[in-house]
C-alpha cells in the first residue's frame, strides 16, 4: 500500500523556520510527483510546493516562493518542506500528498490520490 507520513510541525515564533518531512513507504518516489499542501484554519487544501521524483523539478505557490524549499531524499524515500520567515498566516495543517508524476506538476488536490495524515504548524505573531 502507497502510504505517506508527514512529520516536524510545531510552534514557531514569526520569523522562524521549521523542516517538515514526508516518509513513503510502499512505493518508489521514482514516477511520482509529490506535493505539499497547507490547509489554514477555515479555509481549502493549498497547493504550495510539488516536486518531481524523477528528476527533483519544482514548483511553488507564489505565495511561499522563496520562503520555502522543496526537496527529496530518494534513497530514504522522504520529501523535505523547509519553510523559512515563517508568518502567522502560514498556521495550519500541512499535508503531503502523492501521485503519478506524467510530466505534471500539479498544485491542485484533485490531482492527488495518496495523503498524509496532516502535521500541524502554529506561527505566533
Known amino acids: 500500500d502507497v502510504q505517506l507520513q508527514a512529520s516536524g510541525g510545531g510552534l514557531v515564533q514569526a520569523g522562524g523556520s521549521l523542516k517538515l518531512s514526508c516518509a513513503a513507504s510502499?512505493?518508489?518516489?521514482?514516477?511520482?510527483?509529490i506535493g505539499w499542501f497547507h490547509q489554514a484554519p477555515g479555509k481549502e487544501r493549498e497547493g504550495i510546493a510539488v516536486?518531481?521524483?524523477?528528476?527533483?523539478?519544482?514548483r511553488y505557490a507564489d505565495s511561499v516562493k522563496g520562503r520555502f524549499t522543496i526537496s527529496i531524499d530518494n534513497a530514504k524515500k522522504t520529501v523535505h518542506l523547509q519553510m523559512n520567515s515563517l508568518q502567522p498566516e502560514d498556521t495550519g495543517v500541512y499535508y503531503c500528498?502523492?501521485?503519478?508524476?506524467?510530466?505534471?506538476?500539479?498544485?491542485?488536490?484533485?490531482?492527488?490520490?495518496?495523503w498524509g495524515q496532516g502535521t500541524l504548524v502554529t506561527v505566533s505573531s
Open positions: 500528498a502523492a501521485d503519478y508524476y506524467g510530466g505534471i506538476l500539479s498544485l491542485r488536490a484533485p490531482f492527488y490520490e495518496h
Open positions: 510502499g512505493f518508489r518516489l521514482v514516477g511520482y510527483a
Open positions: 516536486i518531481s521524483g524523477d528528476d527533483g523539478t519544482t
